[in-house]
Nanobody
Framework: VQLQASGGGLVQSGGSLRLSCVVP????????MAWYRQAPGKAREMVAT???????YYGDSVKGRFSISRDNVKRTVSLEMNALKPEDTAVYYC?????????WGRGTLVTVSS
C-alpha cells in the first residue's frame, strides 16, 4: 500500500512549498502521521509529526518555519514549508502509523536553490 504524496518541486531560498499526502482507507486508523526527509548522503530524519490535530512535534532544524496539519476526514497530512533554505533540499516522505505498522509514501523531491 502506497501513500500518495505531492507538492514537491524547485523553489528559491526564502520561498514556500506545501506538501500533501493522501492515506488510503485500506490502511485504517490514522494514529501517528508524519513527514520525514532524506538528503543526499544523509540518513532519513523526522521533520514533523502529529498524533492529533493539536499535538505536533518538529525537528529542530525546521521549528518556526514548517507546519504540519492533518485532516482525519479527508485522510490527509500536509506540510507547509516557509522560509526554505538550500539545506532543506531532500526527498520528503509521508508516514503513517496505524497502530499495527508503518506505511510510507514514495517521496517527493524538494529542491531549494540559493
Amino acid at each position: 500500500v502506497q501513500l500518495q504524496a505531492s507538492g514537491g518541486g524547485l523553489v528559491q531560498s526564502g520561498g514556500s512549498l506545501r506538501l500533501s499526502c493522501v492515506v488510503p482507507r485500506s490502511i485504517g486508523s490514522l494514529n501517528v502521521m508524519a513527514w520525514y526527509r532524506q538528503a543526499p548522503g544523509k540518513a532519513r530524519e523526522m521533520v514533523a509529526t502529529t498524533m492529533n490535530p493539536s499535538l505536533r512535534y518538529y525537528g529542530d532544524s525546521v521549528k518556526g518555519r514548517f507546519s504540519i496539519s492533518r485532516d482525519n476526514v479527508k485522510r490527509t497530512v500536509s506540510l507547509e514549508m516557509n522560509a526554505l533554505k538550500p539545506e532543506d533540499t531532500a526527498v520528503y516522505y509521508c508516514n503513517v502509523n496505524n497502530g499495527r505498522g508503518n506505511f510510507w509514501g514514495r517521496g517527493t523531491l524538494v529542491t531549494v536553490s540559493s
